[in-house]
C-alpha cells in the first residue's frame, strides 16, 4: 500500500482539500506555493497516469479540473498550473499549483515554509470552495 493510499483512507493525516467515491484531493506537504494540491485515484496504485484505465483517467481529469476550479476562487493567484511527474511517489498523482509566474512551477526552486495553521486555513478554504461547485 502506497504512501497516497494511506492518506487517502485517513491511516496518515492530510490536509484534505476535496474527495469523492473515487479521488482524493490534499495539499503537499513540501509545497511549490501555498495551495500546492495533489490529486489521486483512491483504488488504484499504478505510478504512471498512462496506464490507468480510460474511465480513472477521465474520471481523475475531471476531479482535478473541478479542484482547480475551487483552489482558483480560494487562492489568489493567476492561474492553477498543472503537473504530473510521478516520480516520488509509485501512485498516480497530479500536482495543481497556484501560480502569478511560470517560475512558479520549477520543482528545482527552494520550498516556502507553510505553518500547519496556514495549511488549515488553506484546505478549508479550497473545500468550502470545492463543495459550492
Not at 4 to 10: E, H, L, Q, S
Not at 70 to 87: D, E, N, S, T
Not at 92 to 107: G, R
Not at 109 to 129: F, N, Q, T
Request: proline share 6%.
Amino acid at each position: 500500500m502506497t504512501i497516497f493510499t494511506k492518506i487517502a483512507k485517513g491511516e496518515i493525516p492530510s490536509y484534505k482539500v476535496a474527495e469523492n467515491d473515487r479521488f482524493y484531493a490534499f495539499l503537499d506537504i513540501n509545497p511549490l506555493a501555498e495551495g500546492h494540491t495533489l490529486v489521486i485515484p483512491k483504488d488504484v496504485e499504478d505510478d504512471y497516469i498512462f496506464n490507468l484505465d480510460p474511465e480513472t483517467y477521465e474520471g481523475l481529469w475531471a476531479f482535478a479540473r473541478k479542484v482547480a476550479v475551487a483552489m482558483k476562487a480560494a487562492i489568489p493567484c493567476k492561474r492553477i498550473g498543472v503537473a504530473v511527474l510521478g516520480m516520488e511517489v509509485p501512485h498516480t498523482h497530479i500536482h495543481l499549483v497556484p501560480l502569478q509566474s511560470e517560475a512558479d512551477m520549477d520543482f528545482r526552486k527552494v520550498r516556502p515554509e507553510v505553518s500547519d495553521s496556514r495549511k488549515a486555513e488553506l484546505a478549508a478554504a479550497i473545500l468550502s470552495e470545492y463543495e459550492k461547485l
